[in-house]
């Protein structure tokens, strides 16, 4: 097994040359890459490498923080989100351009309007347990969620019933149309006697890979499911064991054949040789949201309270979508990369994975553009002085951007550092104030700030207007366009991918121009395996199922 430890700050500068290796690319319904750090959109073959090493059996050992529920619907932890993908297949899988394709549902149908759908499953697939999967065994996932909420509460918030319609068949009635209902049905099945109470924690029991075998201390075992129902998939792994550790620190200090790092954790750690390093586009995209109110106030705090600056009727410059976008082309993204999560990620202009449908690579992403912001700006009515180098509007005003962030996460903090650096070189004014959590919360409710930070999860389908919808749930920027509510509308109940991708190309070239909210990068996620572990490529991981090949994949003895 490998051994990794910690190492001082002082160190870390050093070894980051050498941990700085592979790429990008994208998860389960997702994009992938290679060392290159290109986009490579082709899905992965399910057929076995011709790798001589990939030999049947053997054991691998992987290694987990600590959790808060084994169970994949509810948990917080992305470790055993992933791993437990091993236990429960999805109902539908995604491929490397976010397209459904069939997994336990085998194919499905909807009405004209797209708010009744039938979904038909396989009838050839058993739980571990021997008991066979049906409509039945859907519905009660369905209700579930519905129910409980938590991890895929999203895939189903549109279903308002869920009924079985004959043995295999299940059938959704939506409130709303939507187009995309067959790609949310990428949900994890669980039986339902997992579904009850805690037997999701002592007695998990899916129709997946590996079966539960025992949990033993702080020690999982799973053992390979020799009735797995999609054959071109079965694994050569015999064991699967999971250790727990207490700590994040234990986990990422342990011996382990495989374990995975989240955002840019990895820059402090030192592999031995026995260790291979993969870096993949993870599911995390910073951006920073702009407030495209023309001005706000802030509330005058008690008098006795000295700490707060007191601002009242602030002209937004960013009112104006000229301003809004010199600054998008202002800021050169790949560096509020290397400041914010050391070079770990891809540029984006706005929160998509490229290379899928959606998003068709057309934007250039690269560099700012100063010739190009500096002309917008003066069409908006500013100059720069020669004698300061800032920028002022003809009333004499300074273009002054008051920004936050919150002081306790690091990655944003500096995402925001990093775009203050940008800005204030160019000669805008960025008055950044780093917040407590509850601070930041608190002025982000009353609209009072012009940018911020956000984390943005993406998710397996194209879920974009949850950002730039007039009453979307992440619309920071309190961006309105009916041209784009309209269009949002529409393509809910449009089926054809041409005409779907001519639809969002539309509102991505609104968005551009537009810029509520500016994209910046995308983080990556890293995967550490032990040289034992056979039968891996760099194309293997993606960003939302890294374990996509596990199936591929063999050890060898010790």
Same mark, same amino acid.
């Given at each position: 097994?490998?051994?990794?430890?910690?190492?001082?700050?002082?160190?870390?500068?050093?070894?980051m040359?050498?941990?700085l290796?592979?790429?990008?690319?994208?998860?389960?319904?997702?994009?992938?890459g290679?060392?290159?750090?290109?986009?490579?959109?082709?899905?992965?073959?399910?057929?076995?490498?011709?790798?001589v090493?990939?030999?049947?059996?053997?054991?691998?050992?992987?290694?987990?923080?600590?959790?808060?529920?084994?169970?994949?619907?509810?948990t917080?932890n992305?470790?055993?989100?992933?791993?437990?993908?091993?236990?429960?297949?999805?109902?539908?899988?995604?491929?490397a351009?976010m397209?459904?394709?069939?997994?336990?549902?085998?194919?499905?149908?909807?009405s004209?309007?797209?708010k009744?759908?039938?979904?038909?499953?396989?009838?050839?697939?058993?739980?571990?347990?021997?008991?066979?999967?049906n409509?039945?065994?859907?519905?009660?996932?369905?209700?579930?969620?519905?129910?409980n909420?938590?991890?895929?509460?999203?895939?189903?918030?549109?279903?308002?019933?869920?009924? +079985?319609?004959?043995?295999?068949?299940?059938?959704?009635?939506?409130?709303?149309?939507?187009?995309?209902?067959?790609s949310?049905?990428?949900?994890p099945?669980?039986?339902?006697?997992?579904?009850?109470g805690?037997?999701?924690?002592?007695?998990?029991?899916?129709?997946?890979?590996y079966?539960?075998?025992?949990?033993?201390?702080?020690?999982?075992?799973?053992?390979?499911?020799?009735?797995?129902?999609?054959?071109?998939?079965?694994?050569?792994?015999?064991? +699967?064991?999971?250790?727990?550790?207490?700590?994040? @620190?234990?986990?990422?200090g342990?011996d382990?054949?495989?374990?995975?790092?989240y955002?840019?954790?990895?820059?402090?750690?030192?592999?031995?040789?026995?260790?291979k390093?993969?870096?993949f586009?993870?599911?995390?995209?910073? @951006?920073?949201?702009?407030n495209?109110?023309?001005?706000?106030?802030?509330?005058?705090?008690?008098?006795?309270?000295?700490?707060?600056?007191?601002?009242?009727?602030?002209?937004?410059?960013?009112?104006?979508?000229?301003?809004?976008?010199?600054?998008?082309?202002?800021?050169?993204?790949?560096?509020?990369?290397?400041i914010?999560?050391?070079?770990?990620?891809?540029?984006?202009?706005?929160?998509?994975?490229?290379?899928?449908?959606y998003?068709?690579?057309?934007?250039s992403?690269?560099?700012?553009?100063?010739?190009?912001a500096?002309k917008?700006?003066?069409?908006?009515?500013?100059?720069?002085?020669?004698n300061?180098?800032?920028?002022?509007?003809?009333?004499?005003?300074?273009l002054?951007?008051?920004?936050?962030?919150?002081?306790?996460?690091?990655?944003?903090?500096?995402?925001?550092?990093?775009?203050?650096i940008?800005?204030?070189?160019?000669?805008?004014?960025v008055n950044?104030?780093e917040?407590?959590t509850?601070?930041?919360?608190?002025k982000?409710?009353?609209?009072?700030?012009?940018?911020?930070?956000?984390q943005?999860?993406?998710?397996s389908?194209?879920?974009?207007?949850?950002i730039?919808?007039?009453?979307?749930? @992440?619309?920071?920027?309190?961006?309105?366009?009916?041209?784009?509510?309209?269009?949002?509308?529409?393509?809910?109940?449009?089926?054809?991918?041409?005409?779907?991708?001519?639809?969002?190309?539309?509102?991505e070239?609104?968005?551009?121009e537009?810029?509520?909210?500016?994209?910046? @990068?995308?983080g990556?996620?890293?995967?550490?395996?032990?040289?034992n572990?056979?039968?891996?490529?760099?194309?293997?991981?993606?960003g939302?199922?890294?374990?996509?090949?596990?199936?591929?994949w063999?050890?060898?003895?010790?």
């Amino acid at each position: 097994m490998c051994k990794i430890k910690r190492i001082s700050a002082v160190l870390i500068a050093v070894v980051m040359v050498a941990l700085l290796l592979c790429t990008a690319g994208c998860k389960k319904s997702s994009v992938q890459g290679d060392a290159s750090g290109k986009d490579d959109t082709g899905a992965e073959s399910t057929e076995k490498p011709e790798d001589v090493t990939v030999k049947a059996g053997g054991v691998i050992n992987l290694s987990v923080g600590p959790y808060d529920s084994f169970n994949p619907l509810k948990t917080s932890n992305e470790d055993i989100r992933v791993y437990t993908g091993l236990i429960y297949e999805d109902l539908v899988n995604i491929n490397a351009v976010m397209e459904p394709v069939p997994n336990i549902i085998e194919s499905w149908v909807s009405s004209e309007d797209f708010k009744i759908w039938e979904f038909t499953l396989r009838d050839d697939v058993l739980f571990h347990d021997g008991t066979e999967v049906n409509a039945e065994s859907v519905k009660a996932l369905i209700d579930y969620i519905l129910s409980n909420g938590g991890n895929y509460s999203e895939n189903v918030d549109n279903v308002s019933g869920c009924f +079985v319609k004959d043995d295999f068949t299940v059938q959704f009635v939506l409130e709303e149309p939507d187009s995309m209902m067959p790609s949310k049905m990428s949900i994890p099945l669980l039986s339902k006697e997992t579904l009850k109470g805690d037997n999701g924690e002592n007695k998990p029991v899916g129709t997946g890979m590996y079966k539960f075998s025992s949990k033993k201390d702080n020690v999982i075992t799973l053992e390979k499911n020799d009735e797995f129902f999609d054959e071109a998939r079965a694994p050569y792994i015999d064991t +699967v064991k999971m250790t727990i550790y207490k700590s994040e @620190y234990e986990k990422y200090g342990s011996d382990f054949d495989l374990a995975f790092f989240y955002g840019n954790r990895l820059s402090s750690y030192i592999f031995d040789e026995s260790t291979k390093t993969y870096d993949f586009c993870g599911k995390t995209c910073n @951006y920073v949201a702009v407030n495209c109110k023309p001005s706000y106030t802030l509330e005058t705090p008690d008098e006795d309270d000295k700490n707060n600056i007191i601002y009242t009727d602030i002209h937004n410059a960013f009112e104006d979508s000229k301003v809004r976008k010199a600054v998008s082309i202002l800021i050169d993204r790949n560096e509020v990369c290397d400041i914010a999560a050391a070079g770990k990620g891809t540029a984006v202009l706005y929160p998509a994975y490229s290379g899928t449908s959606y998003w068709q690579g057309k934007y250039s992403v690269g560099a700012s553009d100063q010739q190009a912001a500096y002309k917008l700006l003066q069409e908006a009515g500013y100059s720069r002085s020669e004698n300061d180098g800032l920028w002022y509007y003809k009333d004499g005003t300074a273009l002054v951007v008051e920004a936050i962030s919150p002081d306790d996460d690091f990655e944003l903090r500096s995402v925001m550092r990093g775009v203050k650096i940008n800005l204030e070189r160019l000669g805008i004014t960025v008055n950044l104030q780093e917040l407590s959590t509850e601070e930041f919360s608190y002025k982000v409710q009353k609209k009072q700030y012009m940018l911020m930070p956000v984390q943005l999860e993406l998710g397996s389908w194209i879920d974009v207007e949850k950002i730039y919808a007039t009453e979307g749930e @992440y619309n920071y920027s309190f961006y309105s366009n009916s041209v784009i509510d309209g269009y949002f509308t529409q393509l809910k109940s449009l089926g054809e991918k041409a005409v779907l991708s001519a639809g969002y190309n539309s509102i991505e070239d609104i968005l551009i121009e537009d810029c509520p909210v500016i994209g910046l @990068y995308i983080g990556y996620d890293t995967v550490v395996i032990r040289d034992n572990v056979s039968g891996v490529k760099r194309e293997s991981f993606y960003g939302w199922d890294p374990l996509a090949a596990f199936y591929s994949w063999g050890v060898t003895a010790e």
